[in-house]
Nanobody
């Protein structure tokens, strides 16, 4: 299992930016896809973005394309989510997750394919 700790959430006005960070520990980080998910009150958890183990293949939900960017630093065991042009509907708890299988050929995006989860960080966007 890998342990994940998110940081960087907070309150921001619409149109603003935030950068979320996820610190990983516990196993060989650079073998696994990583993802960011979010869950708003009364809604299901949904994928925001994912990135392959080698950092070369990002994937994004349609509602964040062009606004958010996922990246990773395997040497530092870190994953980042740069969020810009934030909207009130982006308000949610954001979770970092690690894939369950090594060296995937297609980056995983289904929550069921992620085996470890952080505790989440709250992002609130005011209008």
């Amino acid at each position: 299992q890998v342990q994940l700790v998110e940081s960087g959430g907070g309150l921001v006005q619409a149109g603003g930016s935030l950068r979320l960070s996820c610190a990983a520990s516990g196993r060989t980080f650079d073998r696994y896809d990583m993802g960011w998910f979010r869950q708003a009150p009364g809604k299901e958890r949904e994928l925001v973005a994912a990135i392959s183990w080698d950092g070369r293949r990002p994937a994004y939900a349609d509602f964040v394309k062009g606004r958010f960017a996922i990246s990773r630093d395997n040497g530092k065991y870190m994953v980042y989510l740069q969020m810009t042009s934030l909207k009130p509907e982006d308000t949610a708890v954001y979770y970092c997750a690690a894939g369950a299988q090594m060296y995937t050929r297609v980056v995983v995006t289904n929550p069921a394919d992620f085996g470890s989860w952080g505790q989440g960080t709250q992002v609130t966007v005011s209008s």
